[in-house]
């Protein structure tokens, strides 16, 4: 059968398309949840062509590779078709939500039918160049409930028994309202973040602010401005459940400023017993080795690395 022998060249499509999507959305420092992708099998294209009437399936059938990519906000299904406008060539799209009628229930998504762009040259893309793969782009609420929609098999109201239609019709509003609200949590964050980095150019306001995960960050950047604020996403996130007992920036900056010496000569050991490491530490990584110095209890801390712990200890048997 020809579906067959053109598959491969389908879940290679998908590969390729997910991989620029990927690195792409990396690039512009677009969080997502995630991205899923799948070649269309024997079963689902001979169930598809039972359902519907085609005369040719295989040029009019869209979905034989397929990528779905599943944002965090409202707002980034619009910066992904900024991303796929660029990469690709869109030869379609539909928008699921906005298609849909008084009769019909829940979410839906962007689609896109795309073939890859002029970027994608070469040998490995010769036999892709003109076949289509169809991009979905939809939020994490959307998808949830895109997940329950297909597991209850209801695609319109009037499929749903009337004793659910009411459960159901309010429960797909509180998606909705849902998918909002977060939107708009993102942009308060993004405002409150913003008004403490302008009080960074006046320190005695800017060390008056509580300690959280948002102004840690920003103390970061202020205190070692030369350096990155870490090397891995959870490393911040793994010195910030280390040094949180502290209330104020005020009080976080304070222990940091008894440990200038020390750390400057701990940094040295550091260096002199590993030479690998060199010129390898972040901002984070810096400040917890400053607080470590004159905070045993960060110290003694399971996440603190023994060999930072080593080196503090030597420091100060130095300084005896």
């Given amino acids: 059968m020809k579906f067959i022998n053109i598959r491969p060249e389908y879940e290679q499509l998908c590969t390729e ?5 990927n690195k792409r959305l990396n690039e512009e420092a677009i969080e997502i949840s995630n991205i899923t992708m799948r070649a269309k ?9 039972q359902r519907k009437d085609y005369n040719d399936p295989l040029t009019e059938i869209t979905d034989f590779a397929g990528v779905r990519v599943v944002c965090l ?17 869109i ?3 539909v928008d699921k939500y906005g298609e849909m009628g008084t009769d019909r229930f829940g979410y839906g998504a962007v689609h896109y039918i795309v073939k890859l762009g002029r970027k994608s040259s070469g040998a490995r893309y010769d036999d892709l160049k003109e076949i289509i793969c169809e991009v979905q ?10 997940i329950i929609e297909h597991h209850l098999m209801y695609k319109q109201e009037s499929d749903v028994p009337r004793v659910l239609q009411r459960k159901l019709n309010s429960l797909a509003g509180l998606f909705e309202t849902a998918d909002d609200q977060f939107f708009r949590i993102k942009q308060d964050r993004e405002a409150y973040i913003e008004d403490v980095r302008k009080e960074r150019d006046t320190p005695t306001e800017f060390l008056l602010n509580d300690l959280n995960f948002d102004t840690f960050e920003e103390y970061l950047k202020w205190k070692f401005p030369d350096l990155p604020v870490a090397f891995e996403k959870n490393h911040i996130k793994n010195i910030f459940f280390v ?3 502290y209330k104020l920036l005020n009080d ?28 390898h530490l972040c901002a984070s990584a810096k400040l ?5 110095i004159n905070d045993n209890e960060i110290l003694e801390h399971e996440n603190m690395p023994k060999r930072w712990k080593n080196a503090i200890k030597v420091c100060k048997n130095e300084d005896l």
């Fill in 73 to 89: 906000y409202r707002d980034d299904v619009k910066k992904n078709e900024e991303i796929i406008d660029k990469e690709f060539k």
């Fill in 91 to 93: 030869i379609d799209k």
């Fill in 243 to 245: 040094i949180n007992k």
């Fill in 41 to 49: 099998k024997l079963d689902s294209f001979i169930q598809k062509i």
């Fill in 17 to 21: 398309v997910s991989y620029i999507l």
């Fill in 252 to 279: 976080l900056n304070e222990t940091m400023d008894k440990s200038t010496f020390c750390l400057q000569k701990t940094i040295e050991i550091l260096n002199r017993d590993d030479s690998q490491k060199r010129g």
């Fill in 288 to 292: 917890i080795i400053a607080l470590g």
């Fill in 137 to 146: 782009v939809r939020t994490v609420l959307q998808d949830a409930w895109a």
